[in-house]
Protein backbone atom coordinates (compact mmCIF):
# COMPACT_ATOMS: atom_id res chain seq x y z
CA UNK A 1 0.00 0.00 0.00
CA UNK A 2 1.27 3.64 -0.45
CA UNK A 3 1.96 6.04 2.00
CA UNK A 4 -1.25 7.60 3.48
CA UNK A 5 -1.32 11.40 2.13
CA UNK A 6 -3.47 13.43 4.75
CA UNK A 7 -6.33 15.10 2.55
CA UNK A 8 -9.89 16.59 3.81
CA UNK A 9 -11.91 14.86 0.94
CA UNK A 10 -14.53 12.98 3.60
CA UNK A 11 -14.50 15.88 5.67
CA UNK A 12 -15.17 18.39 2.61
CA UNK A 13 -17.97 15.27 1.61
CA UNK A 14 -19.34 15.23 4.92
CA UNK A 15 -19.71 19.02 5.41
CA UNK A 16 -21.92 19.07 1.90
CA UNK A 17 -24.05 16.79 2.90
CA UNK A 18 -23.54 13.71 0.69
CA UNK A 19 -23.09 10.46 1.27
CA UNK A 20 -20.50 8.30 -0.64
CA UNK A 21 -22.88 7.01 -3.14
CA UNK A 22 -23.99 10.77 -3.94
CA UNK A 23 -20.75 11.80 -4.02
CA UNK A 24 -19.67 8.77 -6.44
CA UNK A 25 -22.97 9.61 -8.59
CA UNK A 26 -21.67 13.35 -8.62
CA UNK A 27 -18.28 12.25 -9.92
CA UNK A 28 -19.59 9.24 -12.15
CA UNK A 29 -17.35 6.71 -10.56
CA UNK A 30 -18.03 3.61 -7.79
CA UNK A 31 -19.15 4.29 -4.43
CA UNK A 32 -15.76 1.64 -3.22
CA UNK A 33 -13.41 3.81 -5.57
CA UNK A 34 -14.47 7.08 -3.21
CA UNK A 35 -14.58 4.59 -0.19
CA UNK A 36 -10.62 3.53 -1.03
CA UNK A 37 -9.65 7.23 -1.34
CA UNK A 38 -11.10 8.18 1.64
CA UNK A 39 -9.63 5.51 3.78
CA UNK A 40 -6.30 6.03 1.99
CA UNK A 41 -6.37 2.67 0.73
CA UNK A 42 -5.85 4.16 -2.62
CA UNK A 43 -4.01 7.15 -4.00
CA UNK A 44 -5.96 10.21 -5.66
CA UNK A 45 -4.80 11.41 -8.70
CA UNK A 46 -5.00 14.77 -10.38
CA UNK A 47 -7.82 14.75 -11.99
CA UNK A 48 -9.88 12.61 -9.51
CA UNK A 49 -8.96 15.36 -7.22
CA UNK A 50 -10.21 18.39 -9.70
CA UNK A 51 -13.35 16.54 -10.45
CA UNK A 52 -13.78 16.24 -6.45
CA UNK A 53 -12.89 19.93 -6.04
CA UNK A 54 -15.77 20.76 -8.89
CA UNK A 55 -18.32 18.37 -7.34
CA UNK A 56 -17.89 19.98 -3.64
CA UNK A 57 -17.91 23.38 -4.87
CA UNK A 58 -14.42 24.27 -3.46
CA UNK A 59 -10.53 24.09 -4.83
CA UNK A 60 -8.30 21.37 -5.44
CA UNK A 61 -5.93 23.10 -2.70
CA UNK A 62 -9.07 23.15 -0.21
CA UNK A 63 -9.12 19.70 0.01
CA UNK A 64 -5.65 19.25 1.01
CA UNK A 65 -5.13 21.74 3.13
CA UNK A 66 -8.45 22.68 4.68
CA UNK A 67 -10.70 21.06 7.34
CA UNK A 68 -14.40 22.49 6.99
CA UNK A 69 -15.10 20.84 10.43
CA UNK A 70 -12.72 23.07 12.03
CA UNK A 71 -14.34 26.44 13.31
CA UNK A 72 -10.37 27.93 14.30
CA UNK A 73 -8.61 26.93 11.32
CA UNK A 74 -7.30 30.24 10.12
CA UNK A 75 -9.56 29.57 6.54
CA UNK A 76 -12.34 29.13 8.30
CA UNK A 77 -11.89 32.22 10.36
CA UNK A 78 -11.30 33.90 7.49
CA UNK A 79 -14.63 33.04 5.96
CA UNK A 80 -16.53 34.46 8.19
CA UNK A 81 -15.01 37.81 8.44
CA UNK A 82 -16.64 40.70 6.49
CA UNK A 83 -14.74 42.76 3.74
CA UNK A 84 -13.33 45.26 6.09
CA UNK A 85 -12.73 42.55 8.75
CA UNK A 86 -10.52 40.95 6.05
CA UNK A 87 -8.49 43.81 5.18
CA UNK A 88 -7.94 44.54 8.98
CA UNK A 89 -6.48 40.65 9.44
CA UNK A 90 -4.26 40.93 6.87
CA UNK A 91 -2.60 44.34 8.54
CA UNK A 92 -2.47 42.68 11.53
CA UNK A 93 -0.88 39.90 9.74
CA UNK A 94 2.07 41.78 7.83
CA UNK A 95 2.54 43.54 11.46
CA UNK A 96 3.30 40.03 12.92
CA UNK A 97 5.29 38.84 10.41
CA UNK A 98 7.72 42.37 10.28
CA UNK A 99 6.25 43.65 6.61
CA UNK A 100 5.33 46.86 5.99
CA UNK A 101 1.88 48.15 5.71
CA UNK A 102 0.88 50.36 2.97
Known sequence: MTPHHKHFI????????LNQEQFADRLGIERS?????ETGKRRY???FL??????????????LTRDPADPEGIWSI?????????EQAINVLR????LTIL
Open 78 to 86: WDRLKPKER
Open 50 to 63: EAAADALGVTPADL
Open 95 to 98: ALVG
Open 10 to 17: REWRQHRG
Open 45 to 47: DQF
Open 33 to 37: YVSKI
